[in-house]
């Protein structure tokens, strides 16, 4: 079952290496923006482990928010993340939340997860506790993060997995990259300020 379900991400995978990298969206000019409501540092967000994280700890850092889940066509991607928060971690935090929303890509539960991420990519950037990041169901997060009412410029939410959101050391949103961005990608290094 879980190869059923890898196939057509794989296939996905492939077309968007041929066709480009993926769609990325960028905050627009300060004239086209609407009046943010509420900031990202208003969040609290319970991690994987079942604590409280208080995203007023991140003021003054650039974030980069992922969507994740174990398995997908883009769930190599953890190593991407791992290695941009081992290189780049001095000027970006990654953020991963797990997510069941596409596919049933992401079954388990958290200590699963947290398992699966820490023995097959090493994974040591901050993950939460699953969430839906589309929809009526979406965590608050996520419905600031893709509601141009509440973050002033972007309506986007995730398409699939591996989506990621840019936030600057203001706390903006600045960035969309749908999931054929790789972590690790020129594209992303420059929008962090690691080239």
Known sequence: MNFLRKIPYTLIMFFTSCFGKGEIQSKPPETTLITMQGSIYDFKVKSIEGKEIDFAQYKGKKILIVNTASECGYTPQYED?????????????????????????????????????????????????????????????????????????????PSWNFCKYLINEKGELVKFFSSGTKPTSKEMLEAIGAK
């Open 81 to 157: 993340l791992q290695k941009l928060h081992q290189l780049h971690g001095d000027k970006v935090v990654i953020l991963g939340f797990p997510c069941n929303d596409f596919g049933g890509q992401e079954p388990g539960a958290e200590k699963e997860i947290q398992s699966f991420c820490q023995k097959n990519y090493g994974v040591t950037f901050q993950l939460f506790e699953k969430v839906h990041v589309k929809g009526k169901d979406a965590a608050p997060i996520y419905q600031w993060l893709s509601d141009k009412s509440k973050n002033g410029w972007n309506d986007a939410a």
